[in-house]
């Protein structure tokens, strides 16, 4: 943290630099930059990051990286925050079927639900009787090659120079040793090596902070998931309230399928991602005595953006925990034994 603090301090201090009237002497006023998306709620979740602004950074390849890494700020941040939105749409239809509130943020109406249905199946099931879930999983896939192509750009070499290897199964071409194959020949199992083609996870490139960041994130948020497939039954024999159970049954039936999704999506592509990019994020406002050296005009601006880069650190893991446990909590109810007649 000391290390970290003598760095950040001047970054900060730069940064209040490029404000109208720092009078810093021949650094230019930054201008004043866009809010990025407000979380569900209204709560102001980010800081002031606009990859457009510090005037033609960019022009250099050092800018070029570190524009790079400021879109894909916005970009997970945008992800995450669309994904607690909808975690929040799903649980609101489980709430109306279960005559619920659905008003306030994510976790007090999915919490909501979590409750409503372990009252309902405790006074809809005898005692010791319990739903039977049935459901396979959603799958999220990305696209290791997209991945490796993106950070070659970035750092402005050939694509063959930068692979991608995968945290999951890669179910493509394996250079290297493949835990299984499919009909084709292919690969589709955990590879250890390269993979091109798709990873079921998470895809991994050696590249510099800023370009790793910006390939990993960009394949995360652009993951596609399948849809899990839910079942819900129950013994009619062991029913103390029919229409409890009934509710039950039906929100979870509306609900639960694309909170099971966005539970897939978040646990791994995007939770993968945020390591990913807040670990950029940590060691690029760490760096910024030797970023001034080479940015000139534009260093105190572009300071400003990483030091606002990492004050959304917090706020995007905190809505990622959210999901993770909310989602994690409704699941669990359903499994909820009923204790009527005890």
């Given amino acids: 943290m000391r290390k970290l603090l003598i760095p950040f301090l001047m970054l900060s201090l730069f940064a209040l630099g490029a404000c109208p009237g720092g009078g810093v002497p021949g650094v230019p006023d930054a201008p004043k930059t866009p809010k990025t998306p407000t979380a569900p709620g209204g709560k102001q979740e980010a ?8 005037g033609n950074y960019a022009a250099s390849d ?4 570190i524009k790079a890494f400021l879109q894909a700020t916005l970009a997970l941040n945008k992800s995450v925050l669309e994904a607690e939105a909808e975690m929040k749409v799903s649980c609101g239809a489980m709430a109306a ?3 619920v509130s659905e008003e306030g943020d994510t976790a007090t ?3 909501a639900v979590s409750e409503a249905i372990k009252e309902h199946l405790s006074v809809g099931l005898k005692a010791g009787a319990a739903l039977t879930l049935k459901y396979e999983p959603a799958v999220c896939t990305v696209n290791a090659s997209a991945a490796a192509s993106a950070a070659a750009s970035c750092e402005g070499k050939a694509s063959a120079d930068v692979s991608a290897t995968c945290q999951g199964t890669c179910n493509g071409t394996c250079d290297g040793t493949c835990a299984g194959t499919n ?3 292919k ?3 955990q590879c250890q090596g390269t993979c091109q083609g798709e990873c079921s996870g998470a895809a991994e490139v050696d590249a510099s902070a800023e370009c790793k960041t910006s390939a990993e994130v960009n394949a995360s ?13 129950f013994k009619a024999k062991m029913v103390a309230d029919a229409p409890k159970v009934e509710k039950v049954k039906k929100a979870l039936m509306k609900g639960m399928p694309k909170l099971l999704k966005l539970q897939a999506y978040v646990k ?3 939770m993968s991602a945020f390591v990913t990019w807040s670990k950029s994020a940590k060691s690029l406002a760490a760096s910024g005595a030797k970023l001034y050296g080479s940015m000139g005009d534009q260093a105190a601006c572009i300071g400003g953006q990483l030091a606002g880069a990492l004050a959304m650190v917090g706020a995007v893991k905190s809505s990622l925990d959210v999901q993770v446990e909310v989602s994690v909590s409704v699941s669990a109810s359903a499994s909820a034994e009923g204790s009527a007649g005890k």
Avoid at 47 to 54: I, K
Avoid at 62 to 65: M, R, S, T, V
């Fill in 109 to 111: 109406v999915c919490n």
């Fill in 221 to 233: 948020v652009e993951a596609t998931c399948t849809e899990p497939k839910l079942e819900v039954t």
């Fill in 183 to 185: 009909k084709g020949g």
């Fill in 268 to 270: 791994v592509p995007l």
């Fill in 47 to 54: 800081s002031d990051v606009d990859p457009n602004t510090c």
């Fill in 62 to 65: 050092a800018g070029k990286k």
């Fill in 187 to 189: 690969c589709n199992g």
């Fill in 97 to 99: 079927e279960l005559g």
